[in-house]
């Protein structure tokens, strides 16, 4: 099983570095984020154990069943998922770096208070909704500008760049245009020079589309089957969290 996460490992790292020389950009302006949801503690160290030290869930409770056995390994913990405002208390407490899913006012407002409580700070991606699909969670690209100005007025909340969740399309021109919006988006805001946001960082793309993500400009790509597996349900199951 070593061999085989290695490997897949291996194989997603060459398919970033293709393409990235294919688009014209550095292969190390790109990131590999492990997607770690479902997967049990010890394969995820397994990864970290090659080097690859970016991990993310989607659930706090899976944050919290594995943090314990994933301290002995030097990482870094993103949050991906949809987080509801009573549940940030307990997130704080595992060490995540990031929340990639900030998607609301109310969410950013609470998060705030209880970062200014704890005396933190927390890095953040603004959530967008770029397929426009009422399955997924995101602020709508319109009132992704607006969102940002706000946040950006709480100092314990970094802005550093924009995540989305394309559509779950085999037509590549279909998730390409999710990609794009969250670029012109990128553009738009960090030609607004908001003090204390910054626009370095997106993070788009999965298994399945990180060629189109990383075409588009993405810098850090979300891969989880293609490292650990098939998961027992398709990733729009996962996805789709309203449903849950």
């Keep these: 099983m070593d061999t085989a996460i290695a490997d897949n490992i291996n194989v997603i790292q060459n398919r970033i570095h293709a393409a990235c020389l294919k688009a014209g950009r550095n292969p190390e302006a790109v990131k590999l984020l492990l997607a770690t949801k479902t997967v049990e503690a010890e394969r995820i160290k397994l990864a970290l154990q ?99 100005k706000r946040v950006a007025a709480l100092d314990t909340i970094r802005i550093k760049g924009l995540m989305t969740i394309g559509l779950f399309s085999a037509e590549a021109e279909k998730v390409r245009a999710c990609f794009r919006i969250l670029k012109q988006l990128q553009q738009q805001i960090a030609a607004l020079h908001i003090p204390g946001v910054q626009m370095n960082e997106l993070s788009m793309g999965m298994s399945g589309d990180l060629e189109v993500a990383i075409e588009e400009g993405a810098t850090i790509v979300r891969v989880g089957t293609a490292v650990f597996g098939k998961r027992p349900y398709p990733d729009s199951y996962y996805w789709n969290e309203k449903q849950h």
């Design 50 to 148: 090659q080097g690859y030290t970016l991990i993310a869930e989607n659930k706090i409770q899976e944050v919290k069943e594995k943090y314990d056995a994933l301290q002995e390994v030097p990482h870094e913990s993103h949050f991906i998922g949809h987080l509801q405002t009573n549940k940030i208390k307990e997130l704080l407490r595992y060490n995540i770096t990031c929340i990639q899913s900030l998607d609301r006012w109310e969410l950013a407002e609470k998060l705030h208070q209880r970062l200014f409580f704890e005396h933190k700070t927390i890095d953040a991606f603004i959530q967008v909704n770029t397929s426009q699909e009422d399955s997924k969670f995101g602020i709508a690209p319109e009132q992704a500008i607006e969102l940002v």
